[in-house]
């Protein structure tokens, strides 16, 4: 069975670091795109970043890059984003999705982690 | 960016009866491959969001066949035929032809 844990969220004040992990069980983790995506209190859900299986290529969204930075350890089965010089409306739950094997999306979710940016 | 565009935003259902989603893209999903990387997610109260449909039309592992996706190009539904309790929840399209990846606004699905 799939499963995907995230932690790391917690408060944290404006320009400040946090590091987020994903660790993933169940299947080969090293094979699959994982992708982190984040939903703001009361709001919808806002595609964050992704990595490929063995870190080739990595997409952010225009509102997180060059602040935000997604990593992966395929030895330790756990997928990373490292946050800096965070803004209040970065506050959201940040969850972890794994992108299927044979076609673009987002087929298992963990059940994420909340980022509270506030002074 | 792609632009995805979910009606209504807000569905009451009487228990049993139909609900219909329409999702709208600002340009096609159809994919260099041949593939059309439409899914539909349904996210729950205090949940985190869960596949229903990929690829327009195909149901994933465990969701009932009351649901159904259709559609082609920039014009797709999600259809569920019978609503029950349980179908109370949130749900968004979203596309994987490009990046970014996108997300419909959200559709409430609620209980008349």
């Known amino acids: 069975e799939v499963h995907l844990v995230e932690s790391g969220g917690g408060l944290v004040k404006p320009g400040g670091s946090l590091r987020l992990s994903c660790a993933a069980s169940?299947?080969?983790?090293?094979?699959?795109?994982m992708n982190w995506v984040r939903q703001a209190p009361g709001k919808g859900l806002e595609w964050v970043s992704s990595?490929?299986?063995?870190?080739?290529?990595?997409y952010y969204a225009a509102s997180v890059k060059d602040r935000f930075t997604i990593s992966r350890d395929n030895a330790k089965n756990s997928l990373y984003l490292e946050m800096n010089s965070l803004r209040a409306e970065d506050t959201a739950v940040y969850y972890c999705?794994?992108?299927?094997?044979?076609?673009?999306?987002?087929?298992?979710w963990g059940q994420g982690t909340l980022v509270t940016v506030s002074s | 960016d792609i632009v995805m565009t979910q009606t209504p935003l807000s569905s009451p259902v009487t228990l049993g009866q139909p609900a219909s989603i329409s999702c709208r893209s600002s340009q096609s999903l159809l994919h260099s491959d041949g593939n059309t990387y439409l899914s539909w997610l349904q996210q729950r109260p205090g949940q985190p969001p869960r596949l229903l449909i990929y690829?327009?039309?195909n149901r994933f592992s465990g969701v009932p066949d009351r649901f159904s996706g259709s559609g082609a190009g920039t014009d797709f539904t999600l259809k569920i035929s019978r609503v029950e309790a349980e179908d109370v929840g949130i749900y968004y399209c979203t596309q994987g032809t490009q990046f970014p990846r996108t997300f419909g606004q959200g559709t409430k699905v609620e209980i008349k």
């Open positions: 169940g299947f080969t983790f090293y094979t699959y795109t």
């Open positions: 690829q327009i039309s």
């Open positions: 990595i490929t299986s063995v870190s080739t290529y990595i």
């Open positions: 999705a794994r992108d299927p094997p044979d076609w673009n999306g987002f087929d298992y």
